[in-house]
């Protein structure tokens, strides 16, 4: 196990740039999971950590060794891919025992380490059967043996569970992070599912373009979002855009009828944009006291849908927004409502 260290990694392809001046560490025995649409570098960046990609410039150092131009066989990393890529023609035997042989470990010794690997991903009894003779879920838990089995100082995930329908995702999502831990493996995690991502890490690193947007641990960066692409990522559900308006109180936006601040930054007429998400919006038919640590918004409810523990309404404010709002009961259409929002949630960008 070891620290991952990346410095400055760049990849361009053409014009291109894939990796742009990546900066990223991973302290050993954490797991990061790398966030970000498609196109914005994730596999790019594993691939470059395992030494499938030769970066323009940069440096990967695991621990104190500098591993740049290691080849991909002496890195000691092992990569677990969305499609499982298990060889079909083998068994899962076979299948795990692989990088053993290469590593020239003894038959006794392979099959003490692919007995502990299947007791891990909790798969005992299937050694013979062919990839095709499982399920999905259980291919990806004979790709994690493989990957597991040789000791590897960093683990790499590139989309793993992407090809798993909903209710295994979720289970082998918190199996592996188990895992993870018990075993105290430098983990890199690639996704495009933001709760994925936020549920299962110690940092959350978010990439577009090629470039580190924001990384922290997963709640920080929930809650403090830099920029209104990092929140839009990380499922924001109200983003209003207007803009801004000047009276003898100085600069401000507007938004169901309150007063709200505006950057330093910003002149008369420019436009802001409003960061709200649902689930932290207060929905009350009375009109709440003033206070310094909420806003108090109005506006009419226009709309409803019912998601079964919840309701979640479509708010019109008066200056022409629609705001979706979660609230536990069921209010009558075109009532009059207020939304109350604590002052550190409601994002002005
Ligand atoms: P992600 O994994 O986030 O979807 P990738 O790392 O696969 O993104 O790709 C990042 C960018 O680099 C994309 O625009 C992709 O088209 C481009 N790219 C990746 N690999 C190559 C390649 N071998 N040749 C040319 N362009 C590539």
Request: charged fraction near 25%; proline fraction near 4%; glycine fraction near 8%.
């Amino acid at each position: 196990m070891a620290t991952l260290r990346i410095k400055g990694l760049t990849k361009t392809y053409g014009q291109l740039k894939a990796l742009d001046n990546v900066d990223l560490t991973v302290e050993e025995g954490k797991l990061a999971a790398i966030l970000g649409p498609s196109g914005s570098g994730k596999s790019t960046l594993v691939r470059a950590i395992a030494g499938f990609v030769v970066p323009d410039c940069g440096e990967i150092f695991l621990g104190e060794r500098d591993i740049t131009h290691e080849r991909p066989e002496h890195r000691n990393t092992a990569m677990v891919f969305q499609s499982y890529a298990l060889w079909p023609h083998m068994t899962v035997y076979q299948n795990i025992a692989f990088g053993l042989k290469l590593k020239k470990k003894t038959p006794e010794e392979i099959a003490k380490k692919v007995k502990w690997a299947l007791e891990l991903v909790d798969l005992p009894g299937l050694e013979e059967r062919l990839p095709t003779q499982l399920s999905g879920g259980q291919q990806q838990r004979v790709a994690l043996a493989r990957a597991l089995v040789v000791d590897p100082e960093i683990l790499l995930l590139d989309e793993p569970l992407s090809n798993l329908d909903a209710k295994i995702r979720y289970k082998l999502r918190f199996e592996i992070k188990k895992l993870q831990k018990r075993l105290n493996i430098t983990t890199i995690y690639i996704t495009h599912d933001q709760e994925e991502a936020l549920s299962i890490a110690d940092s959350v690193v978010l990439l577009k373009d090629g470039r580190v947007m924001q990384a922290g641990a997963p709640q920080d960066i929930y809650s403090r979002p830099g920029d209104l692409f990092v929140a839009e990522f990380l499922g924001a559900s109200n983003i209003v855009t207007g803009k801004t308006l000047r009276d003898e109180g100085g600069l401000y936006a507007s938004l169901g009828g309150t007063r709200l601040p505006v950057p330093d930054d910003k002149k008369e007429n420019d436009e802001v944009s409003l960061i709200l998400r649902a689930d932290e919006v207060e929905l009350t038919t009375e009109k709440p006291a003033e206070s310094e640590d909420y806003y108090v918004l109005k506006g009419i409810l226009c709309d409803q849908m019912y998601l079964g523990s919840r309701w979640r309404y479509e708010v019109s404010t008066p200056e022409g927004h629609s705001l979706l709002v979660d609230h536990d009961r069921n209010l009558a259409a075109h009532s009059e409502i207020y939304l109350c929002i604590s002052r550190d949630r409601l994002y002005i960008y």
